[in-house]
Each structure stands twice: as structure tokens, then as C-alpha cells.
């Protein structure tokens, strides 16, 4: 705790009460033994650094903060050395990276995170930090030689989020800030050119009306489209100074319709931005997409003040967007987009539909080359795909931000093994900067090369678009946000269909397999929340026309009306939209995503990825995805298929039928030992209660009972089923129990398994088999010893039988808390001949966590969510393990057993295995490997690899058997 407050200064601590400090002490204390992880500090943590803010703007050096509360870039300024992220912000990074390797950028200022943290608090700045702002304002006076709010020559500033992961869209920016009616005339003199001043004052009006106070912008649009028809335009670029005057004077209205005036002071217009700009940090919006993303742990965004350059300035001017290399596919080309006579909202908002950059080539030939070598520089910099936005006025090249550019999963991976082939990168930087979704979208579905040839396909290709977004998506067309959001949760999947999108529909495109938009380009707000998602996109179909009220789309050239409901399908890689639902097929693992994940296999001392599988299809495809074995096959599911359910019932009801169920389960083992060869297979003996084999009492009648063994004994059947009744099944007769109530079960599938294994070995002494046998749900030593015993002399009678030496262990799942408890005298057991009883522990979370807990994993969805939303969860704990709590209970468990077996090998086999911030845990737990299903082994193959990295750079080298015993 006292570290807490001398991090911030001796004086900030003191300025603490000391019976306050006291009562934190006492609460961090009980909560940091007692409670787990899952439960919420961030209020009071929260309530702590604001705290901490306010005393440090009275108490620090300069003008109160450790790290200055206001950071300069560009001009005179001196670049920092080692910008942070978290406090200047992803763009404030990148601007002063770009100031510092030559690159120019309009000079401004970063007002920092905490800042954003504190305005949450009071809703405002205090006075001091004011002042700040006007000083700064005055070092980018004497470095653009001119003057905020002068009436002859005015400086002029955007204002933007940055927050330290990029939100793209989903936060509030304001352009042109310090126009009014004298100083747009003072522009108009300075510049030569009305028109400009004019529609940069038009466009100041209505962003300030919308994301100031809150105007809707259909409001301000209205007035565009009656100025222009009055004018028979088409576009804003052919309006007149006089019809642009007349626009602002209509836009005017517009407050005053409202009930609201546009300051003419141009401080009281940028104190207004900044607050909306910290503001935006909380709207639905933004705290969406950090839901959406799993954004956890900022503590706000950065506000970017930065003099306004004009890209529409007239033809010579211009603004566009650009990735250094192609976000959707890696491939090493510049991909981007500009407009001539234009704003940066106008190509981001999809307002027009931009030009490619190649052809900036032939208009503005010097900043294009200019602008390569910048975009050059960047990318060797930082050693990743650089995302762009730029500026030219009167052909002179500005530079307004960088960062690493959002990308699809094909991007990623090839990006990544091209960057480390050209020496921009090393492997180690490569793979960290994958992304766990990254992985996901290489195995989403695509449309078959035998598809896309066929007639079918392309007889009903409605219309061709951008390529937005990677992959396929088919879906039933939405038209709103809400109706997207509600259809998925109903199960249904959604293509949402929009003129273009806007922040304010990101919960939709959230919930929709892909998007369709009419307007925008490849570097507009649908465009890239899509790839940074990996969802299929197809943008700027002009040929696409949208009837809200008759819920209808049309495509033009084409004589089809479809319906809201209707289905279509999207192709993300060629823009094509076809109207029919196409089939799709899963794509191979192979190419720049199977080096990648090579690559990850390869760093020293992580954890090794098994699979869940319970048949020898589901074990070939998780060897084919990279699983070093099986961690979890789960008998009972061989059970339920249709012809073996019968006599998995008539077993249980009358004793009969073992020897049949035996030869089922022989086969089930062979195929997946086969399938696994040489690898591990660890098989958990029956688990589940019985009675979930069993019929329902309304099943029961006359066929039932025939096939059971009760004959034509309806009653007798229901009275049998009646008096297996459990009032609490999960916690009733399952697992070890039920294999010492019912010893010839446990003895029928050890059989089967050792069995499978000889057979395999005789048909071919190539395949080496290598059964792991796991006890489930066991509490107690006594029960544990009893069935491994059991498991040994079978085990041991089968090889003898047989006459073959075959390789097996035995362990315990690990899923009563109990049993972690006694964990080193479960590791030390010995058969007669001293031989081990228990060779591994293999931790089952998902039932650790429910007996930990005291929940129900089946009844948590009725409260976790809003536990999580109302901040008493940081987490579902049956997703993301509970570090504190079931994460305490492993570490002992684990260090307790290695410490009398040394040899035990220490895994993870519930679905917590296949979550990157569990994988973290157990890497530092130093478990050996973690099990999930199979299509979770790619990604937490990947995030092994990473979390051993990134535990590396964090200075800690141990080895994980050091890392298990330091507990």
C-alpha cells in the first residue's frame, strides 16, 4: 500500500487522511487474500489515481505532474525520447515519432490520459490546467507566426482522441476551431481564398452542433441538401462563397432552432472540444468497442490539439488515408485513398467516395513522392504497417498522424513472416504483434474455389462494391443497428445493410456477419472497424439503394427487390454481392499462419497445447491444427450416439450389456490413439451422473422398456428410473465414486483402453501408443488410491495378457477443492512395489471454479453479466480464470505435488486452456501444458508462445519447474 503513494510523491501521501489509508490497507489486505479475482477493485482504484491527479497538479515539479500534463510535438518542440502510450496516446506516440525521425507534422499539443481520468471526476479541467492550455497555444503562435482568434490571420486547431489502443471512429473529433464570423473573414483576406474560409467555417458549425452539444448532424444535412438544390448542384465542392455564406447562416438556425448559440470566442470553443473529446471517452459507443475488443485497464484517452492545415483549399490541396502495405491481404503495396478539395472527415465519415492514392501521383506529383518516402521512414522505424493520415496544402505535404495499422488475419500473418524475411522485424517482435483474433479469422469461412466458378454464383451476383472487409458472410438482410443486435441474439445471422455507417452503429456491426454500406471507400469508418474485427466488408456499392420505410434494397442494373429477412451473401475478397445463400468451406492451416504458429511452438520453456477430443475425427483434425496430444477425452460422449445409447441403458438399469459397451469404447480408443500416434492421449473414466443416460419419465412406454431389458414393464421401468433420482446430481453419484460403487465399469474401460493400445501395436509396431488414464472428480486420498489401484491392476493384467510392454500413467483431475488441499500426498502414493500411482494433475477449471465459487456454471448467465457490467466482476470466471481464488488453489496444489513427485507433469484441461489471459496465468503458474478444444488450439498455441515472451522481457528467466516452487 505504501508503495502505492510513494510512487506518487512523498507530499501526495501525506495529503491522504490517515485513518482513510488505514481503512484501504485493511480492505486491499482482506481483499488480496480472501476474495478472487473475478471481484472488482477498479472503483476504489479508480477514486485512488484521481485522488493522486488532483495532488499531484499541486505538488509535483513544474507545474504538478510527474510526467507533464501537457506534452508539445511538432516545431520547436523538443520529442520525447521514449513517449508512453498510455499517457500521450497511440497518436500522440506516433506524432512524436514522426517529429522525431524528420518527418513533419502541424505543430500542437497532447493533453494527457490523466487528464481524461480527472474530467471523468469533476466534469471539467481546473483553472490551472487552463492556463496551461493558453501557454501552449502561444509556443504554436510563435512557431506558425500566427494568432489564435486573430481577425487577420488566424490560427486554427483540430481536436482529437487518442487514446493508447487505437478506437477507430468511435470517439469525438472537432475541425477548424477558432473560426467565427470575424475570423473567417480574416482567413478569407489572409489566404485569398472565400470559398475555403467559408467551408471550413460551415464545417466547424456543424461538427461543433454535433459532437459539442449534441445537434443531431441530420439537421445540419437537411440544410446542405436545400442549399444545394437551390444552387442545382450535386456535390458541397461545387457550391459558391455566396451559397456557402447562406450555409452558414442556415446552420446557424439550426442552433437557434435548438435553443443554443455557437460561441464566437474561440477559447470557449476549444475549452468545449476538449471537454468532448475527454467526454466521448464514456459514450455508449466507445465503451462498446472497448467491451467488444476486451479493452481493459486505461485509464482514458489523450485530447490532440493540433493547427489546422487545409486540404481544401482548391485543387491543389487535398487529404487522404493510407496503409503502407495492404491491410486485408499483407501484400507489400501502398493501399489508401485521397480526396482533392477535401477534409479528412470527408474520406474517414464516407461522405464522398475517395480517389486510389496511386492516382495522387499525376496531381500532386511532389507530395506524393514526398509522401512515400515518409510513409518509407515510418515503416522502418517501427518495423510494422504503418496507418497514415495526411494533409496537402497548396502542395505542401503534412504529416497529421501514424500508428500501426489495423489488419485481417491474413494480413497479420503474412505481414509478419515478410517483416522478419526483409529484416524489418525479429520474430520475437513479429509474433507478439498477432493478435488472438487474428488466428480466428484464418480459420473463418471462406466460399470454395468449386463455388465461386459455378453458374449458380455467378448468375446472381447482384452488384460489385469495394473489398472492405476479408472472407465470406452470409445472412439475412437488417437495416438498423437494433434490429441486428436483437436477430443475433435470437441466433440468427445478419448481413447489415446501411448507406454508410457511423460510431454509433458499431453494436451492430458487432453482431453481423458482415457489411454492406452504399457509400465509402476502403479507408472509411465500416472499412476499417470490419478489418480490425475480421469481418467481411463490401463498401462504396453505388449501385445499391436503400428504402428504410419500404424495408427494401435494390441494386441497380438489376430487376431484384429484396427484403429486410431476405438472405445474401458477401464476398469480402472481390466486393461481390450475391443474392442466394452460398455455402462455404473451412480453410487449411498452412502458409505464412502455420510458420507463425511454428514460430510460437519454438520459444523456450512455453507451455505445450493439447486438445479435448472424444472421437478420432476430432482427434486427427486437432493433430492437423498442432496439438501436441489429447488432454481430455471424455468417455461418457461416446456414450450417446444412437445406437449405443440402449445398451449404455440397459447396462445401467439391469446390469446387462458391459461387454458390448466394452467393444464400443475398444474402438473409440483405437482411433484415437491411432490418430495421435506417439503423442499422449489422457482419457477421463466416466464422469457424469447416470441419469443423464436416462429417459425422461414421459419417454418411458412400451418400446422403451423392450429395449432396456424391462419387457413390456412400463411401470417397473419408471420406478427404476424414480428411485436413481438425485436431488443434486452434479454433486451425487459421478466420477470416482460411481467407479467404486460400480467397479466393473472403471475396470470395463481401463480394459478397453489398454486393449486398444495391443491392438494397435500388433497390426503395425511403428505406432506407439501412449494412453494416460484419469481419474475425475475425486475428493479425498482414500478415494483416489482405491481407483488408481484398480487402474494399475487392470492396466498391469492387459500387458501381461498380451505379452506388450505399453507405455501408460495415471493421474487425477483436479476439480474438487479438497483434493488440492492434499495435493503432495496424492502425488507420493505407491502401489506395493513402489511403483507411482500418480503420475500427473491435470486441473479440470470448470468444475474447480463452479465448487470454488459456490456457482453454477449452467445458472451464471443470469447474473455474471451484470456483475461484470456493474463492476463486481471483472470477468466471467468460467471464461478467464479467477486468479486469487481458484488460481491460489492451483499454485499450492501444484508446488505441493512437485515437491513429492518431481516428475509430475502439471496441466490445465478445462476450456480456461484456450483462453489467452488464463494461458498468461498458467505460464507463470509454470504448468506444462493447457488443453482446450480443438479449434482453440491455434490460438493458444500462439498465446503460449507469446506469454513466455512477454514473461521473458519482463526480466523473469526462471525455468516453469522454478516458477512452480516458488510458491
Not at 784 to 808: C, F, M, N, P, S
Not at 901 to 906: A, C, M, Q, V, Y
Given at each position: 500500500v505504501r508503495n502505492n503513494f510513494t510512487q506518487r510523491g512523498e507530499e501526495a501521501k501525506m495529503k491522504i487522511p490517515k485513518i482513510a489509508l488505514t481503512l484501504f490497507a485493511t480492505v486491499h489486505l482482506a481483499t488480496a487474500f480472501t476474495a478472487p479475482s473475478f471481484l472488482s477493485r477498479k472503483s476504489l482504484d479508480f477514486k485512488l489515481r484521481v485522488a493522486n491527479v488532483a495532488v499531484e497538479s499541486k505538488t509535483s515539479t513544474g507545474n504538478g505532474f510527474e510526467t507533464p500534463p501537457i506534452v508539445p510535438f511538432g516545431g520547436s518542440a523538443r520529442p520525447q525520447d521514449t513517449p508512453d502510450k498510455t499517457i500521450v496516446g497511440g497518436k500522440g506516440v506516433g506524432l512524436q515519432e514522426m517529429s522525431r525521425i524528420g518527418v513533419e507534422v502541424p505543430p500542437g499539443f497532447t493533453l494527457t490520459t490523466p487528464l481524461c481520468e480527472l474530467f471523468q471526476e469533476s466534469r471539467d479541467l481546473t483553472p490551472e490546467l487552463w492556463d496551461m492550455v493558453k501557454e501552449s497555444v502561444k509556443r504554436v503562435e510563435e512557431d506558425m507566426g500566427k494568432k489564435y482568434g486573430d481577425k487577420e490571420n488566424p490560427l486554427l486547431f483540430s481536436c482529437r482522441s487518442g487514446a493508447a489502443v487505437s478506437m477507430p471512429g468511435m470517439m469525438d473529433t472537432v475541425l477548424n476551431i477558432g473560426l467565427n464570423s470575424e475570423t473567417v473573414e480574416g482567413l478569407a483576406k489572409a489566404t485569398g481564398n472565400p470559398r475555403f474560409a467559408y467551408d471550413a467555417f460551415r464545417r466547424l458549425l456543424d461538427m461543433y452542433g454535433d459532437v459539442v452539444l449534441g445537434i443531431e448532424h441530420e439537421a445540419f444535412e437537411e440544410k446542405m441538401e436545400q442549399i444545394k438544390d437551390e444552387e442545382g448542384v450535386f456535390d458541397d465542392t461545387e457550391l459558391s462563397v455566396d451559397a456557402l455564406k447562406r450555409l452558414a447562416v442556415e446552420y446557424k438556425k439550426v442552433y437557434t432552432d435548438h435553443g443554443m448559440e455557437f460561441p464566437e470566442d474561440p477559447y470557449d470553443q476549444l475549452k468545449s472540444c476538449v471537454r468532448a473529446v475527454f467526454g466521448s471517452w464514456m459514450a455508449d459507443r466507445a465503451i462498446k468497442y472497448r467491451e467488444i475488443n476486451d479493452i481493459e485497464n486505461l485509464i482514458g484517452t489523450a485530447c490532440n490539439i493540433q493547427t489546422m492545415v487545409f486540404g481544401n483549399m482548391g485543387e491543389s490541396s487535398g487529404t487522404g488515408v493510407a496503409f503502407s502495405r495492404d491491410p486485408g491481404t499483407g501484400e507489400n503495396k501502398l493501399y489508401g485513398e485521397y480526396l482533392i478539395n477535401a477534409q479528412g472527415e470527408d474520406v474517414v465519415a464516407g461522405i464522398r467516395t475517395p480517389e486510389p492514392i496511386s492516382r495522387m501521383k499525376a496531381v500532386l506529383p511532389a507530395a506524393y513522392e514526398q509522401f512515400l518516402d515518409n510513409v518509407d521512414k515510418l515503416e522502418n522505424h517501427f518495423g510494422d504497417m504503418q496507418d497514415v493520415e495526411f494533409t496537402v496544402e497548396n502542395e505542401k505535404l503534412w504529416m497529421l498522424q501514424c500508428r500501426s495499422g489495423k489488419r485481417t488475419g491474413k494480413a497479420a500473418f503474412n505481414l509478419a513472416v515478410d517483416l522478419v524475411e526483409e529484416g524489418l522485424t525479429t520474430r520475437e517482435d513479429a509474433l507478439l504483434n498477432i493478435e488472438a483474433g487474428h488466428v480466428d479469422q484464418m480459420l473463418h469461412p471462406e466460399f470454395p474455389e468449386s463455388v465461386l466458378s459455378s453458374a449458380e454464383y455467378k448468375d446472381n451476383i447482384l452488384g460489385t462494391g469495394l473489398p472492405g472487409g476479408p472472407g465470406a458472410a452470409v445472412g439475412k438482410i437488417v437495416l438498423s443497428t437494433e434490429e441486428a443486435e436483437m436477430m443475433k441474439a435470437n441466433g440468427e445471422s445478419v448481413i447489415m445493410v446501411r448507406e454508410n455507417t457511423s460510431p454509433e452503429d458499431v453494436g451492430g456491426m458487432w453482431a453481423a456477419e458482415g457489411i454492406l454500406t452504399q457509400r465509402g471507400g476502403m479507408t472509411s469508418h465500416a472499412a476499417v472497424v470490419a478489418r480490425g474485427w475480421g469481418k467481411t466488408c463490401v463498401c462504396g456499392l453505388g449501385a445499391l439503394s436503400i428504402d428504410e420505410e419500404a424495408r427494401t434494397v435494390k441494386f441497380a442494373g438489376s430487376d431484384k427487390v429484396l427484403k429486410a429477412g431476405d438472405v445474401i451473401s458477401l464476398n469480402g475478397s472481390t466486393g461481390e454481392v450475391i443474392g442466394l445463400e452460398v455455402s462455404t468451406s473451412q480453410p487449411a492451416l498452412g502458409g505464412a499462419l502455420g510458420t507463425v504458429l511454428g514460430w510460437a511452438d519454438d520459444v523456450t520453456d512455453s507451455l505445450k497445447v493439447m486438445a479435448n477430443a472424444d472421437s478420432g475425427p476430432d482427434a486427427t483434425k486437432a493433430a492437423e491444427l498442432g496439438a501436441k496430444g489429447i488432454g481430455l477425452c471424455r468417455t461418457e460422449h461416446m456414450f450417446f450416439e444412437k445406437e449405443r445409447l440402449p445398451v449404455v441403458r440397459k447396462w445401467i438399469l439391469k446390469g446387462e450389456g458391459l461387454s458390448e459397451l466394452q467393444e464400443f469404447q475398444r474402438k473409440d480408443f483405437r482411433d484415437i490413439l491411432k490418430a495421435m500416434n506417439d503423442k499422449p492421449v489422457t482419457i477421463r473414466l466416466l464422469d457424469p451422473p447416470l441419469h443423464e443416460f436416462l429417459p425422461r419419465l414421459e419417454q418411458c412406454n412400451a418400446e422403451m422398456a423392450e429395449s432396456v431389458g424391462f419387457g413390456s414393464d412400463v411401470e417397473g421401468l419408471k420406478a427404476k428410473i424414480e428411485g436413481m433420482h438425485e436431488e443434486n446430481p452434479m454433486l451425487g453419484l459421478r466420477g470416482v465414486r460411481l467407479g467404486l460403487t460400480r467397479p466393473e465399469l472403471s475396470e470395463m474401460q481401463v480394459q478397453a483402453i489398454m486393449d486398444a493400445a495391443c491392438d494397435l501395436v500388433q497390426a503395425d509396431s511403428e505406432n506407439k501408443p501412449f494412453p494416460r488414464i484419469m481419474v475425475p472428480l475425486a475428493?479425498?486420498?482414500?478415494?483416489?488410491?482405491?481407483?488408481?489401484?484398480?487402474?494399475?491392476?487392470?492396466?498391469?493384467?492387459?500387458?501381461?495378457?498380451?505379452?506388450?510392454?505399453?507405455?501408460?500413467?495415471?493421474?487425477?483431475?483436479?476439480?474438487?477443492?479438497?483434493?488440492?488441499?492434499?495435493?503432495?500426498?496424492?502425488?507420493?502414493?505407491?502401489?506395493?512395489?513402489?511403483?507411482?500411482?500418480?503420475?500427473?494433475?491435470?486441473?479440470?477449471?470448470?468444475?474447480?471454479?463452479?465448487?470454488?465459487?459456490?456457482?453454477?456454471?449452467?445458472?451464471?448467465?443470469?447474473?455474471?453479466?451484470?456483475?461484470?457490467?456493474?463492476?463486481?466482476?471483472?470477468?466471467?470466471?468460467?471464461?478467464?480464470?479467477?486468479?486469487?481464488?481458484?488460481?491460489?488453489?492451483?499454485?499450492?496444489?501444484?508446488?505441493?505435488?512437485?515437491?513429492?513427485?518431481?516428475?509430475?507433469?502439471?496441466?490445465?484441461?478445462?476450456?480456461?486452456?484456450?483462453?489467452?489471459?488464463s494461458i498468461a496465468f498458467f505460464d507463470n503458474v509454470g504448468l506444462n501444458y493447457v488443453s482446450c478444444s480443438p479449434f482453440r488450439v491455434p490460438v493458444a498455441r500462439l498465446t503460449a508462445g507469446q506469454a513466455a515472451l512477454k514473461r521473458r522481457r519482463s526480466g523473469d528467466t526462471s525455468t516453469a519447474a522454478e516458477r512452480v516452487n516458488k510458491f
Open positions: 475428493g479425498s486420498v482414500a478415494e483416489y488410491e482405491r481407483q488408481a489401484k484398480t487402474v494399475k491392476r487392470v492396466a498391469e493384467q492387459v500387458k501381461k495378457d498380451r505379452g506388450l510392454d505399453i507405455r501408460y500413467e495415471i493421474g487425477t483431475m483436479m476439480e474438487v477443492p479438497r483434493l488440492t488441499l492434499v495435493a503432495d500426498q496424492i502425488a507420493s502414493l505407491k502401489d506395493e512395489d513402489g511403483g507411482s500411482l500418480c503420475n500427473f494433475f491435470s486441473y479440470g477449471t470448470n468444475d474447480l471454479t463452479q465448487m470454488t465459487l459456490g456457482i453454477s456454471r449452467d445458472d451464471a448467465g443470469a447474473f455474471i453479466p451484470e456483475y461484470i457490467a456493474s463492476g463486481i466482476c471483472e470477468a466471467d470466471p468460467f471464461v478467464t480464470i479467477d486468479t486469487e481464488g481458484v488460481g491460489f488453489l492451483i499454485r499450492k496444489s501444484a508446488a505441493a505435488g512437485r515437491s513429492a513427485s518431481t516428475d509430475l507433469s502439471l496441466s490445465v484441461c478445462g476450456e480456461h486452456g484456450g483462453d489467452p489471459a
